[in-house]
């Protein structure tokens, strides 16, 4: 690099020279994000999957320039307007031939609309177009994934749960029946996202990875609008372990249950009541969620005196309730199957392990990160005491680069944890 400096000069010198001078532009890009955190996180939970081609960081800070902070409106309109420019470049990338590029478009598009579906409405039908997008073009680029990610359809209740089997990379797993791990979402996760964060990584490693939407998770939803969350997930999950166990790669003494999020409630019911659940990840831990909600929206609004309706909030100026919150007492409702905020937070009484935590036998992985909060730190606490199978135990650090929800900020790491520890206890692939 050339110095403006005397070629002569001491090396002290020269390591003095500033380049706020320069006229040249390293980087046009300013790391920033918003100053409301739900919207920070969900840039760091864009971002994070491009670990795995879920998106480019590059892409992710360029449409944070077209968001008005604090605005579900704008981040819904910026993210779609990203994920169309990005899917009509893999289309055309696809109809020239180029394989690899147009899968690698779609799949960024696919993040991009289910980041746009977030705040797009609470409701499957408010969420359906980006949602539905997002479907669409991870289903078309999962043909063009080394091996072909496949399509499966869980019958149940007289409808079906879509999902994802993901398997190994070619050269990653020995013959016969390999471990499979299901992963089980949250409040708003997808299939298509469970696939950057645990579906890739367990490929890589040799491991089938089953991905799906379960009842109150919009990628069900869409299709079968009645199926809302049940606090006995056990039994929807049921479902998946059967269609998993009938499939003819699977070996049935080895499969585990990953919850993200909220999902690690799901599937700890599953595991204490299900003995085919070989092992449990839990990440982060949730063993009450009407605590966990209520320390998540504060208890003012979780213990407010007015009930309030979906109707309720129609057209509120922002001044008087913030769109956020308008936006979440739909989302909660609708994929709860209330009619009210009160009405979901008595549902919420329900939603707790209570007394299966002591039911649960099999290997527990528990994941937290250290800033989550006190309320999550005290459920992982909660888990690790309570359950009577052997528990491993990880907290992750600022340092970790590891420290948000899930990982979401660092999912190369969250990925050697959990799958490096299901490999030692139910027994790695061999090759």
Do not use: K
């Not at 040249?24 to 300013?30: H, I, L, Y």
């Not at 999957?49 to 800070?61: F, I, K, P, Q, R």
């Not at 449990?280 to 213990?303: K, Q």
């Not at 100026?317 to 909660?332: F, H, K, N, T, V």
Request: aromatic share 8%; proline share 6%; hydrophobic share 40%.
């Amino acid at each position: 690099m050339a110095s403006r400096t005397d070629p002569g000069a001491a090396p002290e010198e020269v390591s003095a020279v500033s380049f706020e001078d320069s006229d040249v532009v390293r980087s046009a890009v300013r790391v920033e994000g918003f100053h409301d955190d739900e919207f920070n996180y969900q840039l760091i939970r864009a971002m994070g999957v491009a670990d795995y081609g879920g998106s480019t960081v590059g892409e992710c800070l360029a449409v944070v320039a077209e968001i008005t902070d604090g605005s579900p409106t704008s981040w819904t309109r910026a993210f779609e307007r990203l994920a169309q420019r990005v899917e009509a470049e893999g289309r055309v990338s696809l109809a020239a031939g180029h394989r690899v590029s147009g899968r690698d478009h779609l799949l960024r598009a696919s993040t991009y609309y289910r980041t746009a579906e977030y705040y797009a409405g609470g409701s499957a039908g408010g969420a359906d177009a980006a949602g539905a997008r997002s479907q669409a073009c991870f289903s078309d680029a999962a043909a063009a994934i080394d091996p072909p990610v496949e399509r499966i359809d869980v019958p149940f209740d007289s409808g079906t749960l879509p999902g994802y089997l993901v398997r190994p990379v070619l050269g990653a797993s020995g013959t016969g029946p390999l471990p499979t791990v299901i992963a089980v979402g949250g409040f708003d996760s997808s299939a298509e996202e469970l696939f950057f964060q645990l579906g890739v990584p367990g490929a890589e490693r040799g491991w089938n990875v089953v991905v799906f939407d379960g009842p109150g998770q919009l990628g069900c939803m869409r299709t079968n609008p009645g199926m809302t969350f049940r606090p006995d997930y056990e039994v929807p999950l049921a479902a998946v372990l059967d269609a998993v166990l009938a499939l003819p790669d699977v070996d049935a003494g080895r499969v585990a249950l990953a919850g993200q999020s909220f999902g690690s409630y799901f599937a700890a019911r599953a595991a204490a009541t299900d003995l085919r659940v070989g092992a449990l990840v839990a990440n982060p831990p949730v063993v009450d969620m009407g605590r966990y909600m209520e320390a998540w929206v504060g208890t003012d609004v979780y213990r407010m005196i007015r009930d309030i309706r979906p109707e309720d909030v129609t057209g509120v100026p922002e001044d008087l309730m913030p769109r956020q919150m308008q936006w979440g007492i739909e989302a909660i409702c609708t994929r709860f199957g209330v009619p009210s905020f009160h009405a979901w937070r008595d549902a919420m009484a329900s939603y707790r392990l209570g007394d299966l935590t002591g039911a649960i036998s099999c290997p527990v992985l528990a994941l937290v990160g250290e800033r989550e909060g006190a309320e999550p730190r005290a459920q992982f606490d909660a888990l690790v005491a309570g359950v009577t199978g052997p528990v491993t135990s990880r907290v992750f650090r600022p340092a970790d680069g590891a420290s948000a929800h899930c990982q979401s900020d660092n999912l190369r790491l969250s990925a050697q944890v959990t799958f490096d520890w299901l490999d030692a206890e139910l027994g790695a692939p061999t090759g």
